[in-house]
């Protein structure tokens, strides 16, 4: 029953930025853990970065520790992706995901909804 979009994907330059956000529907936004993950044509599924459903617990993937951030306004049901000091190897269609959970969750297969995606590309 949860809807997930996302935005904010495009077009930048190495070393630019991008705030990807992922509007949800529904009226229990803050019960849920958020997870952002990417996929890169021909290879996997790659997990990004996840919240838990107050925000207090984050965790982002070593490649991209320090250049991701993620967070959540629950007042306005969205969670975010700040990318920073993005590199050709980001490239990739950023998908977000949504489970009820009190704690953030790493693993695809623990989601239960999924956005379509938002393609993120990152020129040299």
């Known amino acids: 029953q949860v809807q997930l979009v996302e935005s904010g994907g495009g077009l930048v330059q190495a070393g630019g930025s991008l705030r990807l956000s992922c509007a949800a529907s529904g009226r229990t936004f803050g019960i849920y853990a958020m997870g952002w993950f990417r996929q890169a044509p021909g290879k996997d599924r790659e997990f990004v970065s996840t919240?838990?459903?107050?925000?207090?617990?984050?965790y982002v993937a070593d490649p991209m520790k320090g250049r991701f951030t993620i967070s959540r306004d629950n007042a306005k049901n969205t969670v975010y992706l700040q990318m920073n000091s993005l590199k050709p190897e980001d490239t990739a269609v950023y998908i977000c995901?949504?489970?009820?959970?009190?704690?953030?969750?790493?693993?695809?297969?623990?989601?239960?909804?999924w956005g379509q995606g938002t393609q993120v590309t990152v020129s040299s």
């Open positions: 919240i838990s459903g107050s925000g207090r617990t984050t």
């Open positions: 995901a949504a489970r009820q959970s009190v704690v953030a969750i790493t693993t695809p297969r623990q989601y239960d909804y």
